[in-house]
């Protein structure tokens, strides 16, 4: 009776440790995913926020900068992604951002991030900007 007893404990252990390591594993990766999107999200508002409000500069000077912080902070700080992908668009109201990118392992799971940011008082951005002089000409 009592070798049935130890031969359970250890059939148990053979099926009950290989799923607790299994376990492990996708949390570590759930946790990068986590952070990773994290990341994307609060960099897109902080390059974006920093960067929509040059005034003296033109959209696509603008467009740039944004973009290339973007890619700097994210290069950075990145875990499990390997290759984001950052699109940036930028127009006198608002700037639009978008991230994505997969990771090295489980890549069939990919991370999207949409931004828009819009400025806080577009009136002075339109009156000093190009867009509503070439508007304006056109019509009167």
Known sequence: MHIREKGRFVLEAAYLVPGICVLLVFLVYFTLYAHDYAVCTHAALESGTKGIYRMEETASQVQTAIKTDLEKKLDERLLWISDPEVEVSVSPLKANI???????FLGSYSIEVNRILYRINPCDTLRTS???TNVVGEEG
């Not at 978008?98 to 090295?104: D, M, N, P, Q, T």
């Open 98 to 104: 978008h991230i994505a990118g997969s990771g090295r």
């Open 130 to 132: 190009r867009w509503l």
